[in-house]
């Protein structure tokens, strides 16, 4: 993929190859291409001088480095005990119907992803939710689906 | 409710704007032994989860040779119920980094970071604004010290000091075995000081009201205060500063709905505590360390919906390194699956605990150690709510 290449080369130039810039790398493909492509690792892999089966290990190991197709906008739903405690399943069912794709899935227009995540941080203002790095707390499920919408017409 | 009303404390977010990096000045003219002595005369413990004396880890540090040396602030909070660092960073970043940096001044190192988890990451911005004003301040007083943003990957053992420093250095977050330890051996292999976010604030709070007001609060074993994360079946749910020593009937009485069965504490890798254990429960050193996430249930909650939750975390965030972890994890789980469904005896629950407590002895790190305690505690107290 000759984007993420151009993408590597350029961080590698401000960044250096050091092998504690790896994390920070992959977050920069992720920033632009949503996931890693296993061509992204092997270009990462053969620029930084480690193995790819590191750089692998490394990128499976972290839940915000997708390995897998991801849509412009990743929407991760927070499952932890406050969140489950505040009808978190009735949102996840809202925006599911509303998207019509399941946890994991991605819509045909290559535009939203849904994840549940673990513990977001927001268990007083539970159920909480984020949109890539967007933070989106107290939700109902009229709630949910509206931001969604919002971000569609984006 | 009044006993409570006493213990509410107002110091990790009070006087922010008026005193801007003043303590830091004022703090960076005395000598670095004079500081440490004045951590360990206020009994500071460590805010993270495990409490080791922040005053000697501080001092080990100092004692070390070397040409490099780090200070890092763990934000990697990632505890099922805690928010409170996520709030002081976005509240009180400048007393964060001051911690930080009178840190770096005792300690010799020259250089801080920051461990962001990566759910915070809309928090960076705001939060390198703040550096920018923070090293102008730090160069008028003749300090070098400089303090960057990691962002880590996402990840719950992240946490865990050494599996933190791996993931600095470019590997999957698996914890390092102990000894050495961070301060002998941590970042590249340099000396490195890892605090938590709040045990930074705590330590500028008592630079700036000194030792001796410090120790006024709390217990003889657990001095000052500590912030709580309250969420569940409350009516209060948000972060309060609480002393040590506290009970949890004297938190119940506040923060319940008149309607509490259970508090956990701790988190995931904490403890339930049931309504008849409340008032000889208590919070601090000497009683349940913890890291400040108490979760409420009342009486319409499943324990075994509970439980079932933080075994499933459990298995997700396992690093996978140790193989008691790994499958221990994944057994607990299934166990209590096939017990529910009565595909198991109810006398099965007796091996399962028998490898929790295996797990406590023999996983490499806190994160497989620690799933013995919800486990045995909320089987403990509502053995038939797992059951049936």
């Known amino acids: 993929m000759p984007e993420s290449k151009s993408l590597i080369q350029e961080f590698v130039r401000a960044h250096g190859r050091g092998r504690n810039n790896l994390l920070p790398l992959l977050q920069e493909i992720v920033r632009h291409e949503n996931y890693l492509s296993e061509d992204a690792l092997l270009e990462v892999a053969d620029t930084l001088q480690i193995p790819a089966s590191e750089v692998y290990g490394a990128a499976t190991f972290y839940n915000y480095l997708d390995t897998e197709f991801r849509g412009k906008y990743v929407i991760r739903l927070c499952r932890n005990i406050s969140c489950m405690m505040q009808s978190q399943s009735e949102i996840l069912s809202a925006i599911s119907l509303f998207l019509k794709i399941k946890v994991g899935e991605t819509t045909s227009d290559k535009k939203f992803s849904l994840l549940q995540a673990n513990c977001l941080g927001w268990c007083h203002k539970a159920p909480a939710m984020m949109i890539n790095n967007e933070v989106f707390t107290e939700l109902t499920p009229q709630k949910a689906v509206q931001i969604i919408k919002e971000y569609k017409e984006k | 409710m009044d006993a409570l009303n006493q213990k509410r404390i107002d110091l990790i977010f009070s006087n922010y704007t008026t005193s801007r990096y003043q303590v830091l000045k004022r703090t960076l003219q005395r000598s670095p032994d004079d500081i440490i002595n004045e951590l360990m005369d206020a009994g500071l413990k460590g805010r993270g989860n495990v409490g080791f004396p922040t005053g000697i880890k501080w001092k080990f540090a100092k004692r070390e040779e070397a040409s490099e040396k780090y200070v890092i602030c763990n934000a990697n909070e990632s505890e099922t119920g805690t928010f409170k660092d996520r709030e002081i960073l976005e509240r009180v970043p400048r007393k964060v980094l001051s911690g930080m940096a009178i840190c770096g001044y005792c300690t010799g190192a020259k250089k801080g970071i920051i461990y962001?988890?990566?759910e915070y990451a809309y928090l960076k911005e705001q939060l390198q604004n703040e550096l920018n004003i923070?090293?102008?301040?730090?160069?008028?007083?003749?300090?070098?010290?400089?303090?960057?943003?990691f962002l880590g990957g996402g990840s719950y053992v992240s946490g865990e000091e050494s599996a933190l420093i791996e993931s600095m250095e470019g590997k999957r977050a698996e914890p390092r075995n102990k000894p050495p330890f961070p301060v002998n051996s941590g970042l590249y292999g340099f000396p490195t000081v890892v605090n938590n976010v709040e045990t930074f604030v705590t330590a500028q709070v008592i630079f700036a009201i000194g030792a001796e007001e410090f120790v006024k609060l709390g217990t003889d074993y657990s001095s000052g205060s500590k912030l709580f994360s309250i969420s569940g079946d409350t009516a209060k749910p948000g972060i309060h500063e609480l002393e040590l020593g506290t009970t949890i009937e004297e938190v119940v009485n506040q923060f319940g709905d008149k309607n509490t069965k259970s508090v956990q504490v701790g988190g995931a890798s904490g403890f339930c505590i049931p309504q008849r254990q409340f008032a000889e429960t208590v919070i601090g050193y000497e009683g349940l360390t913890t890291g400040g996430s108490m979760i409420f249930f009342n009486n319409s909650r499943s324990m075994y919906k509970v439980l079932h939750e933080y075994l499933r975390f459990f298995a997700e965030e396992s690093c996978g390194l140790c193989t008691p972890c790994r499958i221990g994890t994944q057994q607990l789980l299934l166990g209590i699956e096939a017990v529910k469904r009565g595909d198991k005896p109810a006398e099965y629950i007796e091996v399962l605990k028998k490898l929790a407590l295996n797990m406590k002895t023999s996983a490499k790190c806190g994160l497989g150690q620690s799933v013995a305690n919800p486990f045995i505690s909320i089987l403990e107290n509502f053995k038939e709510e797992i059951l049936y």
């Open chain 2, 116 to 118: 962001l988890r990566s």
């Open chain 2, 134 to 149: 923070f090293h102008e301040n730090i160069k008028e007083f003749n300090l070098d010290f400089s303090i960057e943003i």
